[in-house]
């Protein structure tokens, strides 16, 4: 069955570092992926997805690359700020056609 | 852009009580979702609804229904609530999805309710 698993469940970061989160599928017929920004007391929001027919994505200070030889995908944050201290979810889509969602990392950064 | 919005943020109820929660979404999204978030767990789908009257059991339906009456609002039914219910229930909408054919769409949130059961 399809999993969608986080590397780490906890990343401290210092204020103006770049931030990687990784993570892994394992179907590899899954062909969207999705990262979720959650902070505390609130719903996961969204903030970048890609297809499968594409290796990278890039958003406002958010790039996701997509590895499919390896069904890793990752987030990485430019310039981590404050505000970016929260749990991130990777969610893909699974042969059953619903989202799976990983377990989630917590990124700290340090001021 | 998207607003997904649910009727409480905060919940106590005690055990034995029927819980609703309700959520409408603003986007004509054909499909609603709930999930509940436990730590350790991650989100669970509980039921999903792809259209209006249509709904279908998630991984954890046991002791959950739901009713979709109206395209814009999906409600979360504690028949008889239990402590083990106790979590924050998180409620989603997208556009396309398990039965689009098309493939997938992006989930969009609402803020969640954090239920107690006492």
């Known amino acids: 069955g399809e999993s969608v698993g986080l590397h780490l469940p906890t990343l401290s970061v210092q204020e103006g570092d770049n931030s990687i989160i990784n993570c892994a599928y394992s179907?590899?017929?899954?062909?969207?992926f999705i990262w979720y920004k959650q902070e505390s007391g609130k719903g996961p929001q969204f903030i970048i997805d890609?297809?499968?027919?594409?290796d990278k994505r890039q958003g406002q200070r958010v790039t996701v690359l997509l590895n499919k030889t390896v069904k890793h995908l990752s987030l990485q944050i430019a310039a981590t700020q404050p505000g970016d201290s929260a749990v991130y979810f990777c969610?893909?889509?699974?042969?059953?056609?619903?989202?799976?969602f990983g377990g989630g990392t917590r990124l700290m950064v340090k001021p | 852009d998207v607003k997904v919005t649910q009727s409480s943020r905060y919940l106590v109820k005690r055990t034995g009580e029927k819980v609703f929660l309700e959520c409408v979404q603003d986007?004509?999204?054909?499909?609603m979702f709930w999930y509940r978030q436990d730590p350790g767990l991650g989100l669970r789908l509980i039921y999903f609804?792809?259209?209006?009257?249509?709904?279908e059991k998630g991984d954890i339906p046991e002791g959950y229904s739901v009713s979709r009456e109206k395209k814009e609002r999906f409600s979360l039914i504690l028949e008889s609530a239990s402590t083990n219910q106790t979590s924050m229930y998180l409620c989603?909408?997208?556009?396309?999805?398990?039965?689009?054919?098309?493939?997938?769409?992006?989930?969009?949130f609402g803020p969640g309710t954090r239920l107690t059961v006492l």
């Open positions: 179907n590899s017929a899954s062909d969207y």
């Open positions: 609804s792809y259209d209006v009257k249509m709904k």
């Open positions: 969610a893909g889509y699974n042969a059953g056609n619903m989202l799976t």
């Open positions: 989603a909408s997208s556009f396309s999805g398990p039965t689009s054919g098309s493939g997938s769409d992006t989930q969009y």
């Open positions: 986007m004509d999204h054909e499909n």
């Open positions: 890609i297809r499968s027919n594409m």
